[in-house]
């Protein structure tokens, strides 16, 4: 009885031993290579995040200087947004607004990922009318919210750029529409230009924060020669004046004014420098013009957009 029982074991090892042997080749086995590669292939090539971008620009006269470098460098913004890994699939969209009697109150671009169609979009976009000091903020975020294409699967951001408060129609419930990005989310960050009054400072606040976005006041910088030759650099954001003692590169002023504070490369204006960056700069030397004012609005709406995406699982 004992030796049969050794021996009905020994045939199973045998058997099992095959069967393992048998597996290995099979493993080996051009077929099963090839039913093996597309979930080594599926590993190695994580899901693409879906990101989409729209533009709420106030385009009146005042805004030039703001629209002007996202028409120049809205390839630059998708290229460092896309740099990533994975690369994120970017569509942007477009949402212009003026204030009620101007010529072109509000003009809508829907989400794309052709970006030569949204640059010649922009390009068509000039900051013309105005007048009386709000402007009609609560439209462009209506149309943004409410018939902008977003996608289901997509992240979902609104950067609002303006430089005055809303005016109140009876049309648009503000709050309504705040609720409604923040119920659906949809992220909004505000974007202060220069002469943005304390409401509209406390109103672009309150719709990033309810959202879930970042309020940020633009720096503008000018460069300023002096009297001994030296070329110092005049920072202003959000009502502060910062002075560099020295010429800032562009990487460095696209850090904004707040950063470059804290980094030691710019300080507190004195009395008499603010009075001098009030009235936009001296001369240069030779009695040329002094050099016009630039912003960095490109860099923050592009390091948003990587952060976002970054909180997606996307490495810059």
Request: proline residues 5%; neutral net charge.
């Amino acid at each position: 009885m004992v030796v049969v029982m050794v021996q009905s074991r020994m045939r199973w090892v045998r058997r099992l031993m095959v069967g393992v042997a048998m597996a290995a080749l099979a493993a080996t086995s051009p077929a099963s290579a090839q039913r093996i590669r597309p979930i080594v292939d599926a590993q190695q090539q994580p899901a693409r995040p879906h990101i989409d971008v729209v533009f709420v620009l106030d385009a009146t006269g005042s805004m030039g200087d703001e629209i002007e470098p996202v028409k120049q460098h809205i390839w630059n913004i998708a290229n460092q947004i896309a740099a990533g890994n994975p690369r994120p699939e970017l569509r942007v969209g477009l949402v212009v607004y003026r204030d009620r009697g101007d010529a072109e109150p509000t003009r809508m671009v829907a989400l794309t990922g052709d970006l030569d169609r949204m640059h010649g979009a922009l390009m068509g976009v000039t900051a013309q009318g105005g007048g009386d000091y709000p402007e009609d903020v609560d439209a462009g975020l209506a149309l943004a919210l409410h018939e902008m294409n977003w996608g289901e699967r997509s992240a979902r951001m609104v950067f609002l750029v303006g430089d005055a408060p809303a005016q109140r129609y009876p049309e648009h419930d503000h709050n309504g529409l705040v609720r409604y990005a923040a119920d659906h989310q949809i992220e909004v960050s505000t974007i202060e230009c220069s002469g943005l009054d304390a409401r509209g400072r406390s109103e672009f606040a309150a719709i990033a924060q309810r959202t879930h976005g970042m309020m940020t006041a633009l720096t503008y910088a000018q460069d300023q020669q002096m009297a001994d030759g030296r070329t110092q650099t005049i920072l202003r954001q959000g009502g502060q004046v910062f002075v560099s003692d020295r010429r800032l590169t562009d990487e460095e002023r696209n850090e904004g004014a707040d950063v470059l504070s804290r980094r030691g490369l710019a300080r507190p204006a004195r009395p008499a420098e603010v009075a001098m960056a009030e009235e936009g700069g001296r001369p240069g030397r030779g009695g040329a013009p002094a050099p016009a004012a630039t912003n960095n609005i490109t860099s923050v709406i592009t390091r948003r957009v990587q952060s976002r995406a970054s909180a997606m699982g996307v490495a810059y």
